[in-house]
């Protein structure tokens, strides 16, 4: 079955520094993958999407490569603020169907420390 | 973009009992889905709801325990019934524009 999986269930910086997370996934080769960020209490909120063919797409701070090679996403956040600390969730969607539905990873939660 | 609202924000139920959540989107949808966050875990999909016709259910999710009204393009309720601890959840729904996708607040529901 499809497996999209984040690495680290939590990651510490210091702000300023560039915050790294990793998406991996298995068994399939996905279109495209989305990220996400949702804080405490909140819905998830779209930041980036990466398509198969694209290999690094960049929104302000933000940074999201795919590497097709190592069934990979990674997701930078450069010059991080205490702001940036949130749960990061990277997602899917499920098989060849509607783009509405989505298989999420389990998420990393960052924290960016002053 | 969308604007989604959903109610109540947050409830404490009973086993036993059912609880009906309500999801309002600012915009004319085809489709919108309900997912589940039980704690400390990610977000799963409980079905599909497109207006008109029955909603689609995934694996694991039977319409028994979680039937789904989608009476128009902007409304859809998800009652989750028979209520179990189990069922102890954040309950978002969330409709999709191309390939974004926006989200609710969510419902917080506590089952003792």
């Known amino acids: 079955s499809q497996k999209i999986e984040q690495n680290s269930e939590a990651l510490n910086i210091q702000e300023g520094k560039t915050a790294t997370l990793t998406c991996n996934y298995t068994n399939y080769s996905p279109a495209y993958l989305q990220w996400y960020r949702q804080d405490p209490g909140r819905g998830p909120v779209f930041l980036l999407l990466?398509?198969?063919?694209?290999k690094e797409k960049r929104k302000e701070r933000l940074k999201v490569t795919f590497d097709t090679t190592l069934k990979q996403s990674l997701f930078h956040i450069t010059a991080s603020q205490p702001a940036d600390s949130a749960t990061y969730l990277c997602a899917n969607k499920i098989g060849g169907t509607s783009y509405g539905k989505l298989t999420f990873g389990q998420g990393t939660i960052l924290t960016v420390h002053p | 973009s969308a604007v989604i609202s959903q109610k109540p924000s947050r409830d404490i139920c009973q086993r036993g009992t059912s609880l009906t959540i309500q999801c309002q989107v600012d915009s004319q949808v085809t489709m919108m889905f309900w997912y589940r966050q039980q704690p400390g875990q990610s977000l799963t999909l409980i079905a599909t709801a497109n207006q008109g016709s029955e909603a689609t259910y995934e694996s694991g999710f039977v319409i028994d325990k979680f039937p789904i009204s989608r009476p128009n393009l902007t409304f859809s309720t998800l009652t989750v019934s028979n209520m179990s601890p189990e069922d102890s959840s954040i309950y978002l729904c969330s409709v999709g524009l191309t390939y974004e996708q926006y989200f609710g607040p969510g419902t917080r529901l506590t089952v003792t």
């Open positions: 990466i398509r198969e063919n694209e």
